[in-house]
């Protein structure tokens, strides 16, 4: 049986898609020996050669780069040609991204992670022609995962009935463990990092709500508490505002912005900080709470379905619209010890529910599946 994956989306930085591909999807092909996989890539992600180095994965090069849509059109056009040339029996494609052309003779399945860019594109043309994109494509596929069922009842209630399954996302667990103290004092010592800080992850986009943060952390600073925040993101939407607000609130001691770090950096910044604070106002899931229980972090978090779907209302959450509920909510929880070890005690518990073990098993499942519905 033949499988294809086709993650022409992903690039050599780091983002929650690709955390979700390298754990859940290098398990789902262990565990499926007898079937071929083959990876469709473009040459801006080339350690997945290394990571999927497995006798049952071939790989299928895109020479084209998705740094804008018409070249993903494009791009598109040379991958739907290219497979239904080269192979005469396929079991599967799944799709990470759009737009995709629909192949016959197999199933079809996308993955979607969120509805980003209907809610957050500038202009409302733009959100209408992305709806009605989202439901060309949703009507092509066989199959839908999405990675929370806050997402599920969201896509439902936007798109009607579809064929949907929620594989939540996962860590390694692991890999945050492997990382020694010598290793993380090199980081440490390179990006000259505080005793103390507090850090956020997440491409510098609107719906990341870090003009709100920063302006909490300026509420911090006017009542003599003074934090140390640092930002890792790609650029994106907000990258201008976000420094012009740094500089206008004086803040260029308290804030700082980092990009470009690979996957382990990010990793040892967690180890480092004090306090994790999610302050986004929509996502789909949010791989960095998992992150931050495998860093045995304190968590503060906007006050959002999904949020509180991860976490069980077990921590600590602010009114993303509001800077001074974010101030008080980091300021509580970094004052209180005794809050903060319940919070680390129950991220040591609940992330298992997201272990690769457990969520492998319902990709399996979803696949091994596939043709008996």
Do not use: W
Request: aromatic residues 16%.
């Amino acid at each position: 049986m033949n499988y294809i994956l086709d993650v022409s989306t992903l690039d050599a930085y780091s983002s929650g898609a690709k955390q979700r591909f390298v754990t859940l999807y290098a398990e789902l092909i262990k565990i499926n020996k007898d079937k071929q996989f083959f990876i469709v890539h473009t040459p801006d992600y080339k350690e997945v050669k290394k990571i999927f180095n497995f006798k049952n994965v071939s790989f299928v090069s895109n020479p084209i780069s998705q740094e804008n849509y018409l070249k993903k059109l494009v791009s598109v056009i040379y991958i739907f040609f290219y497979i239904n040339i080269k192979f005469k029996k396929l079991s599967a494609v799944e799709y990470f991204t759009l737009p995709f052309l629909k192949t016959n003779n197999c199933k079809n399945i996308f993955t979607i992670h969120d509805l980003r860019k209907i809610y957050f594109s500038n202009f409302f043309i733009n959100k209408i022609a992305f709806k009605f994109f989202f439901k060309y494509f949703l009507k092509k596929v066989d199959k839908v995962i999405v990675v929370s069922k806050s997402m599920k009842l969201e896509m439902s209630k936007i798109f009607g009935k579809l064929d949907i399954s929620v594989v939540y996302n996962t860590i390694d667990k692991k890999s945050f463990e492997k990382i020694s103290k010598k290793e993380i004092l090199i980081v440490k010592k390179k990006y000259n990092l505080p005793k103390k800080f507090i850090l956020s992850v997440g491409h510098l986009e609107k719906r990341k709500n870090y003009l709100r943060l920063i302006e909490a952390i300026h509420i911090l600073k006017k009542t003599k508490y003074d934090v140390k925040l640092f930002i890792i993101g790609q650029k994106a939407d907000e990258t201008h505002k976000i420094s012009l607000l740094i500089k206008k609130l004086k803040l260029q001691s308290n804030v700082k912005v980092i990009s470009n770090l690979n996957d382990y950096e990010v990793k040892c910044f967690y180890k480092l900080a004090k306090l994790f604070v999610f302050p986004s106002i929509y996502e789909g899931f949010g791989i960095p709470i998992l992150e931050s229980m495998a860093s045995k972090l304190p968590i503060v978090l906007s006050d959002t379905k999904v949020f509180r779907e991860i976490t069980e209302n077990k921590y600590s959450y602010f009114d993303q619209y509001d800077p001074l509920s974010i101030a008080n909510n980091i300021k509580f929880v970094l004052m209180n010890r005794e809050i903060q070890k319940k919070m680390i005690k129950y991220g040591n518990r609940r992330i298992n529910y997201f272990s690769l073990n457990f969520q492998k098993k319902k990709l399996d499942s979803f696949y091994n599946n596939l043709f008996f519905k």
